[in-house]
């Protein structure tokens, strides 16, 4: 839409583009390649879109990262280091293997390594929202024995704005850890949202409306993966 533009601001560095030439997905010429982000800041992102003159409603998603950084990730982004963190690193040689580049490891390359995928699912379903403002659940995913879950994407048809769908992702004792609106997804490529969230126990996925909503379309992708003891200490187990 040339009457929209994106603005955004990570680690001092602004960003400003007008939309109109920017890929874009759609019923009839799906298009996985809707725009390369991949913005990485020490203390806060920023997103925004600008809507001039004569602008039409402008539906967008985005995910973001959480992590927390290592030595390596530290001394990348010039982050200050404990005293315990410069013995490590002087210790274990880290600050040379920044600077030749091995470290820090690319965040998939790190977790193809640390992650033994025994399994990926692709699960879908069709809901009826028969009553406004209830819960209806999709789904209750459980782990077996000596694995994990790991949810990894999801995609809705969108809907209506005034209907509020919501697509709700609980998982372990993270109640309403996900909240997304419906309404920027759709199910072709480029409309869904990538995730990364583990679960020890189980994932359990639901959704609500602020209106009655016939036969909803939701779709989602899980990892099943061995709970290694690199992860069990990782994941403070």
Not at 113 to 128: A, D, F
Request: hydrophobic share 45%.
């Amino acid at each position: 839409d040339p009457d929209v533009i994106i603005r955004a601001r990570y680690n001092g560095v602004g960003v400003e583009e007008n939309t109109a030439a920017l890929l874009r997905d759609g019923a009839v010429v799906p298009n996985a390649l809707v725009g390369a982000w991949s913005l990485t800041a020490k203390e806060y992102l920023y997103y925004n879109l600008l809507g001039v003159a004569g602008a039409a409603d402008y539906h967008t998603h985005f995910g973001v990262w959480g992590i927390i950084p290592t030595v390596a990730d530290k001394l990348v982004y010039d982050i200050t280091l404990s005293n315990e963190e410069k013995e490590l690193a002087e210790r274990l040689g880290i600050a040379n293997s920044v600077e030749k580049g091995v470290l820090p490891l690319p965040r998939n390359v790190q977790i193809s390594r640390e992650y033994l995928v025994l399994g990926e699912e692709t699960h879908s379903r069709n809901i009826n929202i028969a009553a406004a403002d209830t819960t209806y659940t999709l789904e209750n995913i459980y782990a077996r024995e000596g694995e994990f879950l790991v949810l990894t994407r999801i995609a809705a048809s969108p809907g209506g704005v005034a209907d509020d769908i919501r697509f709700i992702v609980d998982r372990d004792d993270d109640h309403n850890y996900a909240n997304v609106k419906t309404f920027p997804l759709s199910l072709i490529p480029g409309g869904e949202v990538r995730c990364f969230i583990p679960a020890m126990e189980e994932i359990r996925l639901s959704t609500i409306a602020s209106a009655i909503v016939p036969a909803h379309l939701f779709r989602y992708t899980l990892l099943r993966c061995r709970l290694t003891n690199l992860l069990r200490a990782r994941f403070g187990l």
